[in-house]
């Protein structure tokens, strides 16, 4: 399987936990995105990564939200002291490049849930 | 601020008929547009994108778009409808021109197909 991959696929935890996710995406796209979900609502924006530089993150992304990707490839990212809003699907995708080539593939998606 | 608007929360129609899934959408400048099927607890499937040119644009599955230019809308279409693209549809745009790449959706349209 080539596409996009996350793990865990599914993450039940208390309020005041650290969790992690990881992605992987497609072999030699140098572009990496995190998005949220929330449910009724579309993919919201977090953070990006063109090869290991975090170019952009949004307002979104708390100071409890830290995403990394080190050698260019994976990806992760870490919410500590969770709460019962970041309950949500986690969403990554990878893409090429920009410009007219800029078609992001999406992972399964983590599924979080703060009790 | 970029924003996509997906007028219709759901869209029922029968199997065998046409179907219309609507977008409109308010950006700076001239976008790059996008559509995205969500089926239950999975991740986004890219469908298709307009980048530039004819104004109708092909897709998988049978999907096609049409980009009007003066009413910013890219809506989704399809001329017979099949129980199984019963699924969540998101309407997306990136700006052109932008180094980053990042995807604004919409709320997403329930499509169901009814036998």
Known sequence: ?115 | AQSVAQPEDQVNVAEGNPLTVKCTYSVSGNPYLFWYVQYPNRGLQFLLKYITGDNLVKGSYGFEAEFNKSQTSFHLKKPSALVSDSALYFCAVSLRGSTLGRLYFGRGTQLTVWP
């Open chain 1, 1 to 115: 399987d080539t596409g996009v991959s996350q793990d865990p696929r599914h993450k039940i935890t208390k309020r005041g936990q650290n969790v992690t996710f990881r992605c992987d995406p497609i072999s030699e796209h140098n572009r990496l995105y995190w998005y949220r979900q929330t449910l009724g609502q579309g993919p919201e924006f977090l953070t990006y990564f063109q090869n290991e530089a975090q170019l952009e993150k949004s307002r979104l992304l708390s100071d409890r939200f830290s995403a990394e990707r080190p050698k260019g490839s994976f990806s992760t990212l870490e919410i500590q002291r969770t709460e019962q809003g970041d309950s949500a699907m986690y969403l990554c995708a990878s893409s090429r490049g920009g410009g007219r080539e800029e078609t992001q593939y999406f992972g399964p998606g983590t599924r979080l849930l703060v009790l």
